[in-house]
């Protein structure tokens, strides 16, 4: 059963279920079933995620993104963005469809539930953020882009080889520039000063590298995705005792994927400030929903501690690519001389085709991406008011009257 599917049936149970008049008792019972469906929803979609090599058919924007997409990669990204729309429609259901409003103003969820709000809240700065961070991304494209038609021209001549390296040293220059300006201490005030008047002497270089701060630096001047997110986690406990059982468990569920989706799309997506980025948050490991995420946290985490050492502009499979085609042919140029000789020139040849192909699925999936992103955006924004208008309810049935 696709994802889809499945998510239709279980809105559609709960609607019928609370339209209909069952006993106290059968209500608890049938209340509970759908609790364990949640989990076991939310368990299979990250399952999904952290077998990226399993082609099961997604839905939403993520359909046909291409190949299955290996870990942080646009395609996995794109899949990531549709578990969590599905996860958050799910969540919905269960927390306030035809629920009686008093019970989601009633201990302890008059204070788990605003904790929530105050996450998304968070959540919504990320999502900008990131969305600044795709258009550096796309930045770094049409560089790579560049490249592949310089060098893709024969025969290849000094002028193509010149082209082609000025290009792909403001891709490298690019895409290093935040990991620069975080490890040497600089100010964001230095960041800040590109672009403005007396910058006319700058070099070619440094105008590239200003034009990619532009682009990622869009948040407030200050503002970081790394402290947004610990301050997400920094109250986020699980239930004990009988809230295990009850609804504080899907809130305390919604709160970790909310966490662990924005923590992603900042890990593999150049974003503002990601120094001191969480490389571990807590999810109890006696829970099943938590077995794939903590498995995909584990494989994160490793990957950006190997980013902090090597000094890479994020995780993103595309751009890692980039960068590592980018300096070889970097070097290629370097070394060129006209006529250079054919064995070099194949060896070439292959990795211009693979830049090319990096590119192509960038030119696909870039838009897509940005177009999810925004709609996380507008749907988490719309279950808040949903979920506050709930609260106001409760609070008018429980004031006392005059």
Not at 26 to 43: P, T
Not at 76 to 100: N, S, T, Y
Not at 182 to 192: D, I, L
């Amino acid at each position: 059963m696709r994802a889809t599917d499945s998510q239709g049936s279980f809105l559609n149970r709960i609607s019928i279920r609370r339209n209909q008049v069952v006993s106290m008792e059968g209500n608890h019972e049938q209340e509970l079933e759908d609790l364990d469906l949640f989990q076991k929803h939310v368990a299979d979609r990250f399952s999904r995620l952290l077998a990226p090599s399993d082609e099961t058919p997604v839905s939403g924007a993520a359909a046909g993104a291409g190949d299955g997409g290996s870990l942080l990669s646009i395609a996995w990204l794109r899949k990531l963005l549709d578990a969590f729309l599905c996860c958050e429609a799910e969540f919905k259901a269960v927390l306030i469809m035809g629920r009686d409003p008093s019970q989601v103003s009633k201990p302890p969820l008059d204070r788990l539930v605003p904790e929530l709000l105050d996450r998304v809240v968070k959540s919504l700065d990320i999502c900008n953020a990131v969305t600044h961070g795709v258009e550096a991304v796309r930045h770094c494209q049409k560089l790579a882009e560049i490249a592949v038609s310089a060098l893709g021209q024969r025969p290849i001549g000094d002028g193509q080889v010149r082209r082609a390296k000025k290009a792909l040293s403001s891709l490298i220059a690019a895409m290093a520039v935040e990991d620069r300006d975080s490890v040497g201490g600089k100010s964001t005030e230095r960041a800040w000063s590109f672009g403005r008047r007396g910058a006319g002497a700058a070099s070619a270089k440094d105008r590239s590298t200003g034009q990619f701060r532009s682009l990622w630096w869009g948040m407030a001047k200050g503002w970081s995705s790394a402290k947004q997110l610990q301050a997400m986690s920094s109250n986020l406990v699980s239930p004990r005792g009988a809230e295990s059982s009850g609804l504080a468990q899907p809130v305390y569920i919604m709160s970790t994927v909310v966490i662990f989706v924005m923590w992603a799309l900042v890990a593999a997506i150049p974003c503002q400030e990601r120094t001191g980025l969480l490389t571990h948050f807590p999810v109890p490991r006696q829970f099943a929903w938590a077995q794939p995420m903590i498995g995909l946290q584990e494989k994160i985490a490793e990957e950006w501690k190997k980013k902090e050492k090597r000094g890479s502009s994020g995780l993103l499979d595309e751009m890692q690519r980039l960068e590592k085609l980018g300096n070889s042919l970097i070097e290629f140029a370097d070394s060129f001389q006209f006529p250079a000789e054919p064995e070099r020139l194949e060896e070439v040849a292959a990795q211009v085709a693979e830049l090319a192909e990096t590119c192509r699925k960038m030119e696909e999936g870039l838009v897509p991406l940005q177009q999810q992103i925004r709609e996380v955006f507008h749907k988490v924004v719309r279950t808040r008011t949903e979920v506050l208008d709930v609260l106001d309810q409760a609070g008018k049935v429980s004031t006392p009257t005059m």
